[in-house]
């Protein structure tokens, strides 16, 4: 078994930056990330332009320069495996965290590689930064499992001159809408609000409403999705039955935390917002010694934590576990 100070259970920026806060302050902790460094970001939009500027997603105070005020998806990748080279962070990747046990000593941490191989440590504290982006929302309607039903969007380029259905009306609806409409798709938008969402990012909202004004997408308001078949999305709009054909759909309607994950630790949730409990001063849950960073942090609201606030995080779970580790 190997043992640690720190572990850190995922490698996004929100916990690059509470390893760096931690290094810097003489622990060196371990990251596992079942994927890739910076791994949610990955799985962006190939041209994704993120809402924040460049200075705003920096971790650790290391300058991140994009070419644009706004970096691209690409940009972000390059910047935050640079991080992790040049400060060498200890980042176990395409490794997944199964099961966490308390013991009196601290957490044991067991996970399996991508070989099926199986590991073990033990630590006396833990860091959960898992995010949400791997946990899309559902519509649990009839076929949502089928083939042509996505809740990822990657690039437009294959679905030209293709009969695209996108369902939602937030920002990630909007960005693929915009893509595929560029790239020569038919594009139908189908989405549960009676206007457009206060959340879309406001550079692109113009944009977005012309192409629905101009009849270049057609947009249904008040859409409830009753159910996909392989070739038609039926839905309901004031209670009259509709449907609109679809080469291939596009559910994009969010994502949510790894609640299972947390409440196997004896994390509390709230049912109604889905925060995880913890101490706002110090990022510590409920349960002693396991500490939240980042989006995980916001429960069902992921519009509430971002990347520019959640990588704060890491500072002060980092001088707690220092005041402890001094305490003791």
């Not at 806060?21 to 902790?29: I, N, S």
């Amino acid at each position: 078994m190997q043992t640690e100070e720190v572990i850190i259970i995922g490698a996004g920026p929100c916990g690059l930056s509470a390893a760096l806060e931690l290094k810097r302050q003489g622990v060196d902790p371990l990251l596992i990330e079942k994927g890739n460094v910076a791994n949610s970001i990955y799985h962006y939009p190939t041209h994704q332009t993120f809402f924040s500027t460049s200075e705003k997603l920096e971790v650790g105070h290391i300058p991140f320069i994009s070419e644009r005020q706004k970096p691209v998806r690409n940009e972000a990748l390059t910047y935050y495996r640079t991080v992790a080279q040049r400060e060498n962070l200890r980042i176990n990747t395409y490794e997944k965290v199964e099961k966490v046990h308390k013991v009196d000593s601290g957490y044991i941490i067991q996970s399996e590689v991508k070989n099926g191989q199986k590991k073990e440590y033990q630590a006396p504290y833990l860091i959960i930064a898992t995010g949400y982006y791997d946990h899309p929302n559902k519509l649990n309607v009839k076929g949502e499992s089928l083939p042509h039903v996505y809740h990822y969007f990657k690039e437009a380029h294959p679905y030209y001159n293709q009969k695209v259905v996108v369902i939602g009306g937030k920002n990630s609806a909007v960005d693929a809408t915009l893509e595929l409409e560029k790239a020569g798709a038919h594009v139908t938008v189908l989405y549960r609000g009676k206007d457009y969402s206060p959340s879309v990012k406001p550079w692109i909202l113009p944009l977005f409403d012309s192409l629905i004004r101009h009849e270049k997408v057609d947009m249904e308001f008040n859409a409830d999705i009753r159910e996909i078949t392989e070739d038609r999305v039926h839905y309901q709009v004031d209670g009259e039955l509709r449907s609109v054909e679809a080469d291939f759909v596009f559910a994009m309607i969010g994502y949510h935390p790894d609640q299972g994950f947390l409440t196997d630790l004896g994390i509390d949730i709230d049912n109604e917002t889905g925060r995880p409990h913890f101490n706002e001063q110090t990022m510590e849950t409920n349960v002693d010694d396991i500490y939240i960073a980042g989006v995980i942090a916001a429960g069902y609201n992921n519009n509430e934590i971002f990347i520019e606030n959640g990588r704060y995080h890491g500072e002060l779970i980092a001088k707690d576990i220092l005041q402890k580790r001094n305490g003791r």
